[in-house]
Structure formats: C-alpha cells, structure tokens
C-alpha cells in the first residue's frame, strides 16, 4: 500500500492543515490492523534519507491521516512507524462545511453571559379563590396570608 509522509510543522488541533514535502513509500500493515492506531512497516528508497524529518503520513488505502509518533529502525534500511489518527484532517471537508451557531467565543465580552438560567430562584404567587361563605367573618369574605422565610 502507497504511504505518504509528510513534514508538519503547526500546532496539531488545527482543521487546516499545511503539509508539505510529501514523500510516497510502499509500505504494509504489521499484523491485526488498527484503523485509529495502525504500525506500518516499509523499506527506505534512495530519495529518502532523513526519516525522522516526517511527522505526519496519509494512507490512500484507509482514507485517513496521521500523526507519526514514533520511528522503529528495524535493519539497515527498514522502518516501523506506529502512527495515530488525525481526526481534524481526515474530515477536514465534513467539518469546513458544517454550520452552527456560536454561543461564547473566546475572546467574548465577559460581563455578558449567554447561557440560560439553569434554577429560576424568583418567588411563585397564587391566587385561588374561596366561595363567598366563611364563618370567620360576617360579611362572607376570608383573607388568607403565607408567609415563609429562608
């Protein structure tokens, strides 16, 4: 399978990502392949010569980018590189065109607050009313009061 390394040189949670320097290598799986985390072993060629300069790869054959995170020298011209997916890059073109709204920003104005009341501490008041016969008052009328404190 066709791997191709690239030099990075941003900051990793970025969705736009500049990779330049790309280099293609025949390359396999080791064993049970990972998908997220795969080890991909291959042979140098002579345009080749500083592995250790890549840092990131995409494999066509899997449709996914990655992060390298370590180089294995296994013999004289072979390498082992365990990598990990990119999520932001490999769906860069999902994620650019989906649309949402935007409640906080970062840098936003910090005297106004955007988020909705989570508790509503304000006092309820209920009216509910009596039949016009009471025996607590002769002309037919009865005021009840609630009161409670903290």
């Known amino acids: 399978m066709i791997i191709t390394l ?3 040189s941003g900051k990793n ?3 736009n990502k500049t990779l330049s320097n790309g280099v293609n290598v025949d390359g396999t799986l080791k064993d049970a392949a ?13 345009d080749l010569q500083n592995i ?3 840092n990131y790869a995409y494999i066509a054959a899997l449709n996914r980018y ?8 296994i013999a004289a011209d072979t390498f ?25 920003r970062e840098n936003g104005n910090k005297f106004i607050s955007s988020r909705a009341n989570i508790h509503d ?17 002769a002309n037919g ?10």
């Open 6 to 8: 690239y030099q990075y």
């Open 141 to 150: 009328t009865l005021i009840m009061v609630t009161l409670k404190g903290n």
């Open 80 to 104: 082992l590189l365990s990598l990990s997916v990119d999520v932001l890059k490999t769906y860069e073109n999902e994620i650019t065109a989906a649309s949402g709204t935007i409640l906080n």
């Open 34 to 46: 990972n998908v997220l985390r795969p080890i991909v072993k291959f042979r140098t060629k002579s």
């Open 121 to 137: 501490l304000r006092p309820t008041f209920e009216k509910i009313d009596f039949s016009v016969t009471s025996p607590f008052d």
């Open 52 to 54: 250790a300069s890549y």
């Open 13 to 15: 949670n970025v969705v």
């Open 66 to 73: 990655y992060f390298v995170n370590s180089v294995d020298i």
